[in-house]
Nanobody, 124 residues
Framework: QVQLVESGGGLVQAGGSLRLSCAVS????????MGWFRQAPGKEREFVAA????????YYADSVKGRFTISRDNAKNTVYLQMNTLKPEDTAVYYC?????????????????WGQGTQVTVSS
């Protein structure tokens, strides 16, 4: 069984930064493409970023490109999301997810395992 635990969320002013972490236990971490999604109140869950197993291929939603950076440390079984220049519209619950297929997927249905989420609130 794969378990994902996010941390690092919180309250930050617009223009500030946060770094989210997602620790993965269970099966081999480097077997998974890792993704970050977010869900704001009253909205559907949306793709934010993903990184392939080796870390050599990254993909971002247009809304976060240039501001967010996804990375992974396969030695620590952890994926990160560095969020800079945060905006109020980035406010959401952020989820990490694991996909066992060799691909970059942007649809939540493509991911096999999910964390419980961490709240990010950006004040104006």
């Amino acid at each position: 069984q794969v378990q994902l635990v996010e941390s690092g969320g919180g309250l930050v002013q617009a223009g500030g930064s946060l770094r989210l972490s997602c620790a993965v236990s269970g099966r081999t971490f480097n077997s998974y493409t890792m993704g970050w999604f977010r869900q704001a109140p009253g909205k559907e869950r949306e793709f934010v970023a993903a990184v392939i197993r080796t870390g050599g291929r990254l993909y971002y939603a247009d809304s976060v490109k240039g501001r967010f950076t996804i990375s992974r440390d396969n030695a620590k079984n952890t994926v990160y999301l560095q969020m800079n220049t945060l905006k109020p519209e980035d406010t959401a619950v952020y989820y990490c997810a694991a996909d066992s297929a060799w691909r970059i997927a942007t649809t939540s249905n493509d991911y096999d395992y999910w964390g419980q989420g961490t709240q990010v609130t950006v004040s104006s």
